[in-house]
């Protein structure tokens, strides 16, 4: 069973920086793929950013464009810890923050493909 839990959401102004975490209780697997999924109100969810990895190497990462270059996903093995450091911060970035997973590698990922779900952190940026 993987659980999931998030941290690290908050209120910040525009053009500023939040890490968010996510703490994964992962059993053994030989491929597993993570990332970050958003939900503005109103809206559906939108693919933010994955990684796919087997033991320490890591195969693919892959963001939403409008992200490129202002958020980096990242992991720490030795804690099974997932994050998303996001910096300059936009408005439009505001929504409830997911962390997903899936067994497996995958190249490109929408949120449908991702099996396993926190519930979520807020992050909200003001103008």
């Known amino acids: 069973q993987v659980q999931l839990v998030e941290s690290g959401g908050g209120l910040v102004q525009a053009g500023a920086s939040l890490r968010l975490s996510c703490a994964a209780s992962?059993?053994?697997?030989?491929?597993?793929?993570m990332g970050w999924v958003r939900q503005a109100p109103g809206k559906e969810r939108e693919f933010v950013a994955h990684?796919?990895?087997?033991?320490?190497?890591?195969?693919?990462?892959h963001y939403e464009n409008s992200v490129k270059g202002r958020f980096i996903i990242s992991r720490d093995n030795t804690n099974n810890t997932l994050y998303l450091q996001m910096n300059s911060l936009k408005p439009e970035d505001t929504a409830l923050y997911y962390c997903?997973?899936?067994?497996?590698?995958?190249?490109?990922?929408?949120?449908?493909?991702?099996?396993?779900w926190g519930r979520g952190t807020q992050v909200t940026v003001s103008s």
């Open positions: 990684m796919s990895w087997s033991g320490e190497t890591t195969s693919y990462t």
């Open positions: 997903a997973a899936r067994v497996g590698m995958i190249r490109f990922t929408t949120p449908s493909d991702f099996a396993y």
């Open positions: 992962i059993p053994s697997l030989t491929s597993i793929t």
